[in-house]
């Protein structure tokens, strides 16, 4: 395997990293782990059968007839051709979202767009490089588009959605969206399929973790502060976001710790060996960074690493970290790899 890059900072300077960030949290947002140590988190090693169970998950998904289809008209906004779409995805539920397009010049590839739990209303086109045909799935239960009769829209009940097996847990239904995606954007804009990429952030950027090392339609992909990432450890730290509800479920029932071990962001990680751009947080209320970098750290492939002043907190450098960022994933999604 060839050498791991070295992970860049946006804001470090010869004066030193900025200082801590000032809040009002009950808990410590780092966890008391500092950078070294981050990068030295492992991944849990998972359940025997973890490859087995979602390669057949995978391949039940592309049974699946997608049947996509463009609802309504084409809108052009600054340079880009917009469209509400649907699709069919496991068990029969229609996934909507939007397509995107160049408003002028040729698609030489795709994208996956996913999102966090707070959903998405609409599509951020900016977020994907040049000449690419990308489809913004609202992931089953979540969003604008995409939400279902008796699951839960907000993150603290749809995490757990499900979970008391790893057949009915939502988690795994929200995965298959992803491929059942990607199977429409092919369908929809048949020149995007020769190379496939993925964006995800936070929720999405899990997700994104556990389908994509079974999916060889995908070339490379951009997770920021990804969650789902070394659950044994996760559930040890308070935050604000989903993990929270999961903490407490697991107080109640220890069981659902064998579940979660087929969900592991991190343990998928393991198996993930296209190129994999990361935006990890030191400091995050809402995902725990020990989980984030779990994640980063186990990828088997190529990799590129942003760490983050920050992730779910607004902070001096929110705005500039955030499209450097960006920027940095653009480049690496265009095709351009990891950085030497």
Do not use: K
């Amino acid at each position: 395997m060839s050498a791991r890059p070295t992970p860049t900072r946006p804001f470090a300077s010869d004066r030193g990293e900025p200082g801590p960030l000032p809040h009002d949290f009950p808990f410590d947002p780092t966890h008391g782990y500092d950078l070294p140590r981050l990068l030295a988190v492992d991944a849990p090693p998972g359940p025997r059968d973890f490859a087995d169970f979602w390669r057949e998950r995978h391949a039940r998904a592309l049974r699946v007839d997608p049947a996509p289809r463009i609802e309504g008209p084409w809108v052009t906004v600054e340079g880009v051709r917009i469209a509400d779409v649907s699709y069919t995805s496991v068990d029969g539920v229609r996934i909507g979202g939007w397509l995107t397009v160049p408003a002028d010049g040729p698609v030489t590839q795709g994208c996956v767009a996913t999102h966090g739990y707070g959903g998405r209303a609409a599509p951020d086109p900016w977020q994907c490089p040049p000449e690419t045909a990308t489809l913004w799935p609202c992931l089953r239960g979540l969003g604008t588009r995409s939400l279902l009769p008796g699951v839960p829209s907000s993150s603290a009940g749809h995490v757990l959605h499900g979970i008391g097996s790893r057949e009915s847990y939502l988690i795994g239904g929200c995965v298959a969206d992803v491929w059942c995606g990607a199977t429409a954007l092919g369908t929809l804009v048949p020149e995007a399929a020769g190379r496939l990429t993925y964006l995800g952030t936070s929720f999405g950027g899990g997700i994104g973790a556990l389908a994509l090392p079974w999916d060889d339609r995908f070339h490379a992909a951009g997770l920021t502060v990804p969650t789902f990432g070394n659950h044994p450890l996760r559930v040890t730290l308070p935050c604000t976001g989903s993990g929270e509800s999961v903490r407490t479920r697991l107080a109640e029932d220890p069981s659902v710790l064998d579940v979660l071990a087929y969900f592991d962001a991190a343990t998928a990680a393991r198996h993930l060996r296209v190129p994999v751009h990361v935006g990890a947080a030191l400091f995050d209320p809402s995902v725990p960074p020990p989980g984030q970098f779990a994640i980063h750290n186990a990828l088997a492939g190529p990799r590129e690493l942003v760490v983050l002043r920050a992730g779910h907190f607004e902070h001096p450098d929110e705005r500039d970290e955030t499209a450097a960022l960006e920027e940095a994933q653009r480049r690496f999604l265009s095709g351009a790899g990891p950085l030497a």
